[in-house]
């Protein structure tokens, strides 16, 4: 069986935190085009959440979890543990 490595791409990626929340989202997915992200707040944001629509149906975002806009523009959720295992961050 052959083996692969990810290529190496630059994405744009933001944490749902509570603390995150509260400073406003980023404009890469404010901005988006079609608005495919869309983030909630109950009880004073004691309680956060969210909902991105996908070419394959509507992926649910929990707290802490990692929004990405990938190469093509299109959106994901991706779990903190995984994020940390597949991405560094990019000093400019």
Known sequence: MKKYRKKSVIIDAWQFTKKNFS???PRF???AKGKPVTLYSQYAGKVI???IETLEGVM???ENDFIIKGVA???YTCKPDIFEAIYEEVTK
């Open 23 to 25: 400073k406003g989202v």
């Open 60 to 62: 649910h975002v929990s």
């Open 29 to 31: 997915i404010r901005h």
């Open 49 to 51: 959440y969210g909902e």
């Open 73 to 75: 523009g299109e959106f």
